[in-house]
């Protein structure tokens, strides 16, 4: 019912910067929570940002200071934007939206995932 489609992935030497897009569309009442996820080849998805549906924010300690997370509600989009990119940042990132739909169910979406290499 809720769908996630992110862009914005890509090809960036170190120091660069890149920023991530997930766009929400479907039956959406009220997100509750959005999160940026990161998987590594032989790596354990992990959580590099999230955002409480009050706007409180978390993140991994390998990113902080260096990514930032936002959200635009009338457009039920979450970003993140990616400064100071490294190496070992190099993963298939991933976003993930909880809520409600306009029938009142609970949704867990996630995005298709996004390619992000980091390389000179």
């Known amino acids: 019912q809720v769908q996630l489609v992110e862009s914005g992935g890509g090809l960036v030497q170190p120091g660069g910067s890149l920023r991530l897009s997930c766009a929400a569309s479907?039956?959406?009442?009220?997100?509750?929570?959005m999160g940026w996820y990161r998987q590594a080849p032989g790596k354990q998805r992990e959580l590099v940002a999230g955002?409480?549906?009050?706007?409180?924010?978390n993140y991994a300690d390998s990113v902080k200071g260096r990514f930032t997370i936002s959200r635009d509600n009338a457009r039920n989009t979450v970003y993140l934007q990616m400064n100071s990119l490294k190496p070992e940042d190099t993963a298939v990132y991933y976003c993930?939206?909880?809520?409600?739909?306009?029938?009142?169910?609970?949704?867990?979406?996630w995005g298709q995932g996004t390619q992000v290499t980091v390389s000179s």
């Open positions: 955002m409480t549906g009050g706007g409180s924010t």
């Open positions: 993930k939206i909880d809520g409600r739909t306009t029938n009142w169910d609970t949704f867990a979406s």
């Open positions: 479907g039956s959406i009442f009220r997100i509750n929570a």
